[in-house]
């Protein structure tokens, strides 16, 4: 499967996955990315063995200070790039599926530039 994929989008998709159910399996991040139950057991056990995700007594995973910290700032990249995207005229499904590639590689002055054009353009004080 797609194991070339940043370590980046498990982190996120557990962030959106806990706020969403909860608790979060690994089959529910299998679930959610549309990847195999083998592939995503050893990008947890990869994962896990960096400190970036524990598991609870339950089996549910958990985001560790670090891994939460990583999976904070993809998502905040993700719907800031989504957003701006879509203001400029992007479909939503196109918009989301750029952001999740944009939002690995994108340096931070970039985003930081993309993030204030979003910011003002919501608050009504920008274009």
Same mark, same amino acid.
């Given at each position: 499967m797609k194991m070339q994929e940043s370590p980046e989008d498990y982190l996120e998709a557990i962030l959106v996955l806990s706020r969403e159910l909860g608790n979060v399996r690994s089959i529910d991040v299998a679930n959610y990315l549309g990847y195999s139950k083998p592939?995503?057991?050893v990008a947890m056990k990869?994962?896990?063995e960096n400190? *970036?995700?524990a598991l609870?007594?339950?089996g549910n995973l958990i985001l560790t200070g670090s891994g939460l910290s990583i999976a904070l700032k993809i998502y905040e990249r993700?719907?800031?790039i989504s957003q701006f995207l879509m203001s400029i005229g992007v479909s939503e499904e196109v918009a989301k599926k750029d952001a999740c590639r944009m939002e690995h590689v994108i340096s931070d002055e970039? *985003?930081?530039k993309i993030?204030?054009?979003t910011s003002s353009s919501?608050?009504?004080t920008g274009n």
């Open positions: 592939s995503i057991s990869r994962l896990r400190g *970036f995700v609870d007594d339950h993700h719907l800031t970039s *985003f930081e993030k204030a054009i919501f608050l009504g």
